[in-house]
């Protein structure tokens, strides 16, 4: 039995510019992940039938069978009650790839993190310290949060199928993780039926990263390559997909991490994306007016990339001095909104009360407000709904909130989800204030905060929250997850065991 799983992302910085092979983006790999668990003998499942049956037990319905014959002449027989494209799509390219010369029956049970779903009506099962959702309606009606789930279970399912078929390769050297995230990209296109950016299977590949994208000539010339040659000659597709898939893409891949007790917040806004129509949108006013998109990019691109230098420069300030850290940054964060931040940072030229140091906070505010505008921007200019005016007021309301150093509506964009960057310790204060039912609570916990906050100012009260209604929060559902910086993992078996059928 071989178990791996993969993590879910949140698109920080880079939105719609990650498209293009120009610009680099941002990319949190999430505490929520996906995982698999792979059964298989070497054995017909039928006279000359071999069969993948995937299940995925949490969802009513979630069984997905597919029959192929060995040697695999490259399309599958869909058994199953309901479709389910990124199996399909997945197993068609693993198989296309390896091409089996023998028999095998197996069986993969996929499991997704609670943090993918809506969690209404769920019911729980825990095993051996994992915890998972089990829900009374079909994969397709369950309302999704948006964190990847599809391209956490093409990863985890390439990986199952390659330990069976390649159990010679091992998955977590660098050959290996390149072979599972091209595999994936490959089957997650074929699936979407367009060729995404491919930032969410990078991210569940290689977790938290600095993502530069493959040109989308290599997928898209495979897929004409496929159209051109699969009926007539399955076997020169299957070579052209190993030598495509066996190759180094030219693109970036840096991994990362948030600073150590800064963590992401996320904010389930609304359910139900519109990725697609925003992006065609976007390209479109891009296409037609060239110059001034240009220009626009630009601006998104610097700010994208000042926040990621100066989040890279707090880690390095908190390896080097881990005292000047705590003291002058991250405890500042804590107790301050970062509107009175700002403020504070901006007196400290003038007097002598507040730290110089507190400088680092200060770009990652503006780079963040930057971005925020671009986006604004082009929320007007392209008429997508990438920062709404609802998503506006609910950002601007977060930035009033001590422990808070910056927020976007991430990816796309839209109004399924706002992404705080805040400070670790300050989020059950920012989860008390939002679920304030009324100002005079609000004020309750405002002077709780004020005799509790290390740093108590004459010239500011530290917690000022006048133009923050908490009534807004209503449609906010905070997700219980966190950066976990690591991509694809081997798991231990003992974890499913109970949980499978
Ligand atoms: N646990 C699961 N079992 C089986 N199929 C799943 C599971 N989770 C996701 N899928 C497949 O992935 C599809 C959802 O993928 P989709 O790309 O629409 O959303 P997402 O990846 O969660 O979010 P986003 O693309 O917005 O980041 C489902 O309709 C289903 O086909
Ligand atoms: C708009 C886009 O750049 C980001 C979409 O991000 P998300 O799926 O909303 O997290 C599209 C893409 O990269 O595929």
Redesign the pocket.
Known sequence: MKCFSAPGKALLAGGYLVLDPKYKAYVVALSTR?HSVTEGEPVAAAPNTSRIIVD?P??LG?TWSYDFPVPFVGTLQDTSASR????LSTIETILGYVEPESHATIKIT?F?DPG?HSQNDAMVKESNGKRFLYHKDT??NVP?T??????G?VTVLTSGLLSYYKPELDLFSEIGLRTVHNLAQISHCAAQGKVGSGF?VAAATYGSIIYQRFDPEIINGLIKYKEEVFSSSPTEYSKKLQSVVNCKWEMIIQKCDLPPQVRILMGDVNNG?E?PKLVSKVLKWRKENPEEAGNLYHDLNFYNMKLVSELLTLTQISIENPERYEADLISFVDDYSLIQLKHLIKMSGSSSNFPDSLKPLLDIIESVSSIRGGLQSLTKKTGADIEPMEQTILLDNCFALPGVLGGVVPGAGGYDAICLLCSEKAIPKILKLTAAKDAEELNHIKHELESSSIHRQQEFSNVDLDCFDPSLFKSVTWLDLHEENTGLVKEDPLHYVELLN
């Open positions: 996906m995925s949490q969802f979630g389910n494209p990124f199996l996929i997704s993918y994969i397709s999704k948006g964190l990847g789930s599809s391209a279970l969410d994306s990725t």
